[in-house]
């Protein structure tokens, strides 16, 4: 350690302070899920959890929760098919404009999203296509299809060829090779791409109001229309808490899966 | 999988077996399609749009109806200039509070903190960033409003809290929503400087602080622009934000104002200032030693 005790105390009054900075809003955000009241006043006057029931049965809010499940599984699907194959490609074989198409890939993330939004939605109003449900996967897989290539081409990179290669000169084709050996080594990456892809899926709304049209709403949509209704505060604020409390999940998901990769690789 | 399928599967694994390039197309067909077809292909349908007429009665684009007329509307109305340099300042903005505030809690997570409480501590930023960003955004909401929770914190000080009308807000909100994406590429760079190389520094005769200016501080500046990748883009981009807590107008609501109101073109034209700055910035990121440390 060649820092100063002085050092290590500031450091460790700055990581406290940016700790809470983070942490500041959330918990503010929790307390107004039991807010009696529907302004939105600090302190609040009381404590009540007859918003919850209200949530719990709100068409509005069930409507969009099952649309935004949807969306994130497919989204999903595509990008964890779609990836691997472009990642088994650049990462495997040599050939010409294998740069070019490593660059297309990470675009869609690299540009802001309203580009993508927009320019998704052009292309759906030049070719005639209905906005909905469809329209709205179309634009989450392309965004989605980069989360699950750069995971499995990160590792891919990392797993060793000589294993492939021992099942090849043993007998065994592409697809047994591929089904026994490569598949199992790139198990952990696939999980986490798709953990990501599908959080990004659940969470997009910049790219999302482009391309869904005005019937179907998804989670982040509702909740963007239903904040500029004074009355809808209220389930606001549960349906926010829930959000809060689920994405723990994903948090412990991807730590178990790190903690796994790192066995895998070691 | 059914028997028959799976012989078929067999068959078609063996005839490719010795194949290469099939292989390769086997692999590459379908996620190029895709990212060509969709992806590229509407964004070379968008900046085909800049550059057509637009029919004033119908407000429908002629395809193929050459003109400038969008082009020179972003470059001669001002509003498009004052709203892009706005954008381009507090996205900087938002970078530079992004990197100061996330350095010394990603020091000392790298190098101070026990492996147990590293642990701990990567999960606590980790938990932030994965909670949605309509939840975070809104919780600012109820803090910067009027009678909400700065204002309570401020009123014993005889000082009114900010309302929700202030650009001053969208830089902060925005610094909160991307911090823990500075955060992490940061603490991966300080990770990876090896020991041994502060200990020659100290051996050498540097103080602790020409060590971390020498040393330190070059070797994790790659890590920095890493993260000024994602403070930066998502700033540039982001509509939501400036709407919802600044009643401010950046790139992205200009954007999404004139493709609503059927401006297209203009709409489309205008999506190649972020187009243009952000491939400018990746250029120089890469350059600066960025891509190696995402």
């Known amino acids: 350690m060649t820092e ?66 949807i969306a994130g599984a497919a989204a999903t699907a595509i990008a964890l098919v779609l990836g691997t194959l472009a990642s088994l490609a650049v990462q495997r074989f040599s050939f010409f404009g294998r740069d070019t198409i490593a660059f297309a890939l990470v675009l869609p993330i690299a540009l802001p999203g309203v580009i993508t939004g927009i320019a998704l939605q052009t292309t759906f109003k030049t070719l005639g296509l209905n906005f909905g449900l469809m329209t709205i996967i179309i634009g989450h897989a392309t965004f989605c299809v980069v989360i699950a290539y750069n995971n499995v081409v990160a590792r891919l990179r990392r797993l060793p060829r000589t294993p492939e290669e021992a099942s090849a000169d043993l007998g065994a084709d592409s697809w047994l090779t591929f ?57 606001v604020n549960v349906v926010a808490l829930v959000l809060l409390l689920l994405s723990v999940i ?9 903690g796994e990769t790192a066995r895998i690789t070691r | 999988m059914s028997a028959p399928n799976e012989g078929r599967g067999r068959r078609f694994a063996r005839w490719l077996y010795p194949r290469r390039r099939a292989q390769l197309w086997f692999l590459l067909a379908a996620p190029l399609l895709w990212i060509v077809a969709v992806y590229l292909g509407s964004l070379l349908i968008l900046l085909l749009n800049a550059f057509w007429a637009k029919d004033a009665l119908t407000n429908t684009v002629t395809p193929f109806d050459w003109t400038l007329k969008a082009v020179i509307d972003i470059v001669t109305k001002p509003v498009y200039a004052i709203v892009a340099g706005r954008t381009l300042l507090i996205a900087v903005l938002v970078t ?101 190389l502060l200990e020659a520094s100290a051996d050498l005769g540097a103080k602790a602080g020409t060590t971390f200016r020498r040393v330190i501080l070059p070797l994790a500046f790659p890590a920095v622009v890493a993260g000024s990748i994602f403070t930066f883009s998502l700033s540039l981009g982001d509509y939501i934000v400036p709407d919802l807590v600044a009643d401010a107008k950046f790139i992205g609501n200009l954007i999404y104002d004139n493709s609503a109101l059927g401006n297209l073109p203009v709409a489309a034209a205008y999506s190649l200032v972020p187009i243009v700055i952000m491939l400018v910035y990746l250029v120089v990121a890469r350059r600066l030693g960025a891509f190696e440390s995402l």
Do not use: C
């Not at chain 1, 940016?18 to 009381?46: D, M």
């Not at chain 1, 994903?250 to 790190?258: F, G, H, K, N, S």
């Not at chain 2, 590293?118 to 932030?128: E, F, I, K």
């Open chain 1, 4 to 69: 100063s005790a002085f050092v290590r105390v500031l450091l460790r009054v700055g990581t406290w302070l940016v700790l809470g900075f983070l942490y500041l809003p959330l918990i503010i955000l929790a307390v107004y899920a039991f807010n009696p009241s529907r302004a939105l006043a600090w302190p609040p006057p009381g404590l009540t959890l007859h918003w919850f029931a209200e949530t719990a049965t709100n068409p509005a809010v069930r409507a969009a929760f099952l649309n935004s499940i």
């Open chain 1, 179 to 235: 089904r026994r050996i490569t598949m199992p080594g790139m198990r952990t990456a696939l999980l986490s791409g798709a953990l990501l892809s599908f959080a990004l899926s659940f969470d997009e709304i910049i790219v999302t109001l482009f391309t869904a049209g005005a019937g179907t709403q998804t989670i982040p949509i509702w909740i963007f229309t239903a904040i500029q209704r004074p009355t809808e505060l209220p389930v």
């Open chain 2, 96 to 196: 530079i509070t992004d990197a100061v505030l996330a350095f010394p809690i990603a020091y000392y997570m790298a190098r101070v903190a026990s492996p147990r409480r590293r642990g701990a501590l990567v999960v606590a930023v980790l938990l932030p960033l994965w909670a949605a960003y309509l939840v975070k955004t809104f919780a600012w909401r109820t803090i910067l409003q009027g009678n909400g929770f700065l204002s309570w914190l401020l009123s014993p000080f005889g000082i009114p809290g900010p309302g929700l009308d202030e650009l001053p807000n969208a830089w902060l909100v925005l610094s909160y929503l991307w911090l823990p994406y500075m955060i992490l590429p940061i603490y991966a760079g300080l990770e990876r400087i090896p020991e041994s």
């Open chain 1, 250 to 258: 994903p948090v412990y998901l991807a730590q178990r899966i790190a």
